[in-house]
């Protein structure tokens, strides 16, 4: 069979990590699926640093977007650029053109996947995309081919490796937000901006594709409550630590009878929970299934390599030319429906909510008559010691019985307008009941 | 398209668990795949019971094995007869005649997989497997598809729900084997006859399966050492605990400079590794990617639905078309090797043991100098409290470095003669360093 030519635009560290695994081990890939996959040029804008680079001598590198995606040899067309923009574009384009697409990018199709997908479609072409959710964790193809006949009731799961490593590092060592954030940076685990990660934009953008899969359900990452870590105190992960619990950044998707609930939070996990034990960048997520109950998939989220692995899974099954037929039998196509997006405030679910109370007799009767009229029963309370002098209030953590977030909102608010609380301090996280 | 017709092999509590899928979710699939799926007809012995089944009204049962296979309008035969004879007889039969095949048989598979897969190929048929190990966790389809371009370095995994559930049981209760696994058979666990899978023979097959596909190497049963489990003793699990391990009945593959190691035995994890926490009937598998790094899937590896779930899966997508060119591109076709499986002899571990050490001085000294002699040095060593009256005897408990099984052999066997040791009540345990 002739070898199948490749175009990588965008040659950052995971384009580099392509590189290295398509010209590192030709040989082998083409022993393993029987044909060649050959890197026919390298398009990014950084030409004279990328010149320099052993790894791609050899490879024709050029600046310039169209040249490649107008050239009748190039099969398929590798999009690392990141971004919206240019990315789109250059996805566009190459669909048009007749070429086959293997993306990383979970921003553009969480936002427009519904059009790129049609217009692979509509050209018999095809996008793969294992390396958008959770690197080289094959959660991707487990939706769309192993769980093809399942009805899928929940998928959830730790799917960013940034908030995943500093949430770790939190709960371990005790350190505040900004240390870890700090530490994360010096490994080359967060950004120089983190705010996508540490935000939960990037984990929504990544559930907006999963539930896409998962449902048949056409959702973008507007669809879907967003809340991240970067308000996280210590404190309440050593609280919620005594309680039993592990707090992690989760995406949740869940079919309920009104609806879906798509909802991205820092999130309290029964320390026995799956998930519970996957720590620093690691990733997991976990699928429910009517007939095969929970399956989790964990394993490294991020990273060149993983993410690398990942995109050559997909050029490696396009240029076998069994991807196309995957593609075009995804469950978006055909059956996509719009599904009602439960708002936030109807979620039901129980919460821990720590509460900073002027150390005086009566104050906890208060809070209680409030939390009663609103219907939210507590199932558990810490308060340890006294106020410090200076200070004059105490640490007052609540965990409740299932209730609804609106209630628990409009209980909350009631009690922190309180003379006898701080309202500032107060804090609420959510429990998983998954 | 026209409806897929499927003749069921054995109606048994997997088959069951098919035919409530296949008739119970018919609109759903053909929803989801775009093409209906017929239970055709039931191939069991036990008519006159299945008859009387309000799940089968309408669905023809018949105890011929013959005339499904000859029906030229049947497109799939799932075989879930179990055992080898029969299930053998029927998969060839059925290939011959042009259908493809779906089997859970790993016994089947991890004997006749080599001959079975080279028919199926001769006659452009295909064999869906991924029910045969795992149950509803998509391992097969994983190596398959995802892990295509892979090196994998090595596979293992807690593969046998019937084991894990004793060892859980004896772990968290200390109840003895025996009890685990009456309690095991109570809660439909364990098999009248448990043999295939405490002695581990079940784990073996679906060994051979898994290494067949991740390392495209030519395996049966018969090049796997297996231990299995009926010999534990609970206290060794409190010792191993004590020590900050857990036991697990492990499956082990793994890629040596000079061959491949297969085996599976009971081994002490670490408390930290991922499989430690995979308790219960639960099944969990790991696979080293040289690009990916370690993916860990984790489900119910038993049961009906889950298993059903995977037969159903595998149903589905050769209706689509899209198994059949999956299931030629398997890497046990053309590059199958024939690889040198190193004997367990050779193998280098880390090694736990348990001595019964008469209660005077110099016993230590002595057991020190035998395993010095072998050149085994010796990690942690527990001795607690003098012997009981009656019996004169101590257990003493050693964790060593890592060291080649031949050696350690040998040391025992000469520790276990010594006149100070009571070598009938010494204990020896592998320790995971994966």
């Given at each position: 069979?002739?070898?199948?030519?490749?175009?990588?635009?965008?040659?950052?560290?995971?384009?580099?990590?392509?590189?290295?695994?398509?010209?590192?081990?030709?040989?082998?890939?083409?022993?393993?699926?029987?044909?060649?996959?050959?890197?026919?040029?390298?398009?990014?804008?950084?030409?004279?640093?990328?010149?320099?680079?052993?790894?791609?001598?050899?490879?024709?590198?050029?600046?310039?977007?169209?040249?490649?995606?107008?050239?009748?040899?190039?099969?398929?067309?590798?999009?690392?650029?990141?971004?919206?923009?240019?990315?789109?574009?250059?996805?566009?384009?190459?669909?048009?053109?007749?070429?086959?697409?293997?993306?990383?990018?979970?921003?553009?199709?969480?936002?427009?996947?519904?059009?790129?997908?049609?217009?692979?479609?509509?050209?018999?072409?095809?996008?793969?995309?294992?390396?958008?959710?959770?690197?080289?964790?094959?959660?991707?193809?487990?939706?769309?081919?192993?769980?093809?006949?399942?009805?899928?009731?929940?998928?959830?799961?730790?799917?960013?490796?940034?908030?995943?490593?500093?949430?770790?590092?939190?709960?371990?060592?005790?350190?505040?937000?900004?240390?870890?954030?700090?530490?994360?940076?010096?490994?080359?685990?967060?950004?120089?901006?983190?705010?996508?990660?540490?935000?939960?934009?990037?984990?929504?953008?990544?559930?907006?594709?999963?539930?896409?899969?998962?449902?048949?359900?056409?959702?973008?990452?507007?669809?879907?409550y967003?809340e991240?870590?970067?308000h996280?105190?210590?404190?309440d992960?050593?609280y919620a630590?005594?309680l039993?619990y592990?707090?992690?950044?989760?995406?949740i998707?869940r079919?309920k009878d009104d609806g879906?609930e798509?909802r991205?939070h820092p999130t309290l996990?029964?320390?026995?929970?799956?998930?519970?034990?996957?720590?620093?960048?690691?990733?997991?997520?976990?699928?429910?299934?009517?007939?095969?109950?929970?399956?989790?998939?964990?394993?490294?989220?991020?990273?060149?390599?993983?993410?690398?692995?990942?995109?050559?899974?997909?050029?490696?099954?396009?240029?076998?030319?069994?991807?196309?037929?995957?593609?075009?039998?995804?469950?978006?196509?055909?059956?996509?429906?719009?599904?009602?997006?439960i708002p936030q405030e109807q979620i039901e679910t129980k919460y821990y909510f720590r509460l900073s109370c002027m150390?005086r007799a009566g104050v906890l009767a208060r809070v209680a008559g409030v939390l009663g009229e609103h219907n939210i029963s507590i199932d558990s309370c810490i308060q340890?010691?006294?106020?410090?002098?200076?200070?004059?209030y105490v640490p007052v953590v609540f965990m409740t019985h299932r209730v609804k977030e609106e209630n628990l909102l409009n209980a909350l608010r009631e009690i922190n307008s309180l003379e006898c609380i701080d309202g500032a301090e107060s804090v609420m996280l959510r429990v998983a009941e998954?």
């Open positions: 069979m002739e070898k199948c030519n490749v175009a990588l635009y965008g040659c950052g560290t995971v384009g580099r990590g392509v590189a290295e695994i398509l010209l590192g081990h030709q040989a082998g890939i083409t022993r393993s699926i029987g044909r060649g996959i050959r890197l026919a040029c390298v398009v990014d804008k950084r030409v004279d640093e990328l010149r320099k680079l052993p790894l791609l001598a050899g490879i024709p590198i050029c600046s310039d977007l169209e040249a490649p995606i107008n050239d009748p040899e190039i099969d398929i067309v590798i999009e690392l650029i990141g971004g919206m923009e240019t990315a789109g574009n250059i996805t566009e384009k190459a669909l048009k053109a007749g070429k086959n697409v293997v993306t990383a990018n979970k921003a553009l199709l969480a936002n427009r996947a519904d059009a790129l997908f049609k217009l692979a479609r509509q050209r018999g072409r095809s996008i793969g995309f294992e390396a958008s959710v959770a690197g080289g964790v094959p959660i991707i193809a487990t939706l769309r081919d192993s769980f093809v006949a399942e009805t899928i009731s929940s998928i959830f799961g730790i799917v960013n490796g940034t908030c995943n490593y500093i949430l770790s590092r939190m709960t371990d060592e005790g350190v505040s937000y900004p240390e870890a954030l700090a530490e994360a940076r010096e490994k080359g685990y967060a950004e120089a901006d983190p705010t996508l990660d540490v935000e939960g934009h990037d984990s929504a953008h990544k559930l907006a594709i999963l539930a896409r899969l998962a449902f048949g359900i056409n959702v973008t990452d507007n669809d879907i967003c991240g870590i970067s996280i105190n210590p404190a992960i050593a630590g005594s039993g592990k707090l992690k950044l989760l995406a998707g079919i879906v798509l991205v996990l029964h320390r026995n929970h799956p998930l519970a034990v996957v720590d620093n960048s690691i990733n997991a997520v976990c699928i429910h299934g009517q007939a095969v109950g929970e399956v989790t998939l964990t394993g490294l989220g991020a990273g060149a390599e993983p993410t690398a692995g990942a995109v050559v899974a997909d050029v490696c099954r396009m240029a076998l030319g069994v991807y196309q037929e995957d593609f075009r039998l995804l469950p978006v196509f055909g059956g996509t429906e719009t599904i009602h997006c150390d340890q010691g006294r106020a410090h002098q200076d200070s004059g998954i």
